[in-house]
């Protein structure tokens, strides 16, 4: 059933999104909601684990309310995460502490990508349920940012089994196998499709997918295995659902990114936004860019980060401000608090 349509009191994210002139630059940050905040450990401590939290829709309404709580953020995103897609394909998800993401069953061979198949999305209502509880709380008062992993990024955990370094067995089976990759990442983006959507159906008023890992391949295994099916899920978000894709370490695919069909392209700390804007012409928003361990320093240098990165994106409406990778769990929530304001300071404009 679909969610009941509400006007969005800060529509300013929408918006950016659509390119249109806004009153300042929205901002929200990637792991907005997580370890730097006290009461999130308290509320995750509660719970026991990470995926008993994510688990909860209660609890994970509330956890992604308490950023919104404390500073001006003009976005929420779901509490959760992109591992769940592949927990609900059977391979066992667990984060144990401090270690990372861990699968019990990760898919290395023929078979096991043979035995994988579209989950049924009953398995995965909790996290439809957290889309319906958290836009009953938000009230209309911002959008509500939901996400998937890229194909690629779940494919990379779920064959060498979580966090690693480079991910070797994945680009291994891509270059032994690429007819067991292709036959894994369609899959895997026919579960992505139908996870979108199902966020969509239950409120979600923007799309985001994460694609990590995507500047590990080289440019013709980009084209295959990452950008393609991302253009694959999001052909499969409805009309009037702004989306963005953010790829880590793809600054020179800028210009085909910004031609997947996504409204915005996320950009890491490493590219220049004016750069970034004369790559990819006028034709999509950009999301960034501040290096998160700016925001460790001192309020001064925030200030001036923060400004840096609004002047660089230039007076032209289509910026998201955001960091250019998660937040780091030892930043001192004060510093967010100078941060979403100087971006708000340095943005404003006196007519819209
Ligand atoms: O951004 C948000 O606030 C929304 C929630 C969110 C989480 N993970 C919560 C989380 C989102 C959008 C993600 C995405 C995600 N998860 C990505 C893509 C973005 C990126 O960071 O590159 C990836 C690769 C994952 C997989 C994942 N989840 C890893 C590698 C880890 C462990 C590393 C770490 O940061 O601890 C997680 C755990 C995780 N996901 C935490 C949070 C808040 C920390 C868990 C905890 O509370 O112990």
Known sequence: MS?????????????????????????????QAGRYLPEYNAVRAKAGSFMALATNPALAAEVTLQPLERFPLDA???????????????????????EGPRFANP???????????VPDMARLRYVFDA???????????????????????LACYMVDGGSSDGFPLTRRMAHARPDLMDRLIDVVARAVRAYVREQVAAGADVIMLFDTWGGLLNAAAFERWSLASMRHVLDTV????????????????????????ASCVGLDWSMDLHAA??????????????????????????????????????????????????????TPPEHVAVLVDAVHAASRKDTI
Do not use: C, Y
């Not at 300013?12 to 792991?31: F, G």
């Not at 992109?82 to 394909?89: E, Q």
């Open 3 to 31: 969610a009941p349509v509400q006007p969005i009191a800060n529509d300013t994210l929408l918006r950016a999104l659509r390119r249109e002139p806004t009153s300042h630059t929205p901002v929200w940050l990637m792991r």
């Open 76 to 98: 929420a995103i779901l509490f959760s995460d992109i591992l769940t897609v592949p927990d609900a394909m059977g391979l066992g998800l667990s984060f144990a502490e401090g």
């Open 107 to 117: 898919v290395r061979d023929e078979a096991a990508i043979a035995a994988l198949a």
């Open 131 to 153: 889309v319906r509880a958290i836009k009953q709380s938000l009230q209309g008062r911002v959008p509500l940012i939901g996400f998937a992993g890229s194909p690629f990024t």
């Open 238 to 261: 409805p009309r009037g659902i702004p989306t963005i894709v953010f790829s880590k370490g793809a600054g020179d695919r800028l210009a085909r990114l910004a031609a997947s069909g």
């Open 277 to 330: 804007r004369l790559a990819v012409g006028d034709r999509v928003a950009l999301q960034g860019n501040l290096d998160p361990i700016a925001v460790l320093t001192d309020p001064q240098t925030v200030v001036r980060a923060a400004r840096a990165v609004v002047a660089a994106a230039g007076p032209a409406p289509g910026h998201v401000f955001n960091l250019g990778h998660g937040i780091v769990p030892s």
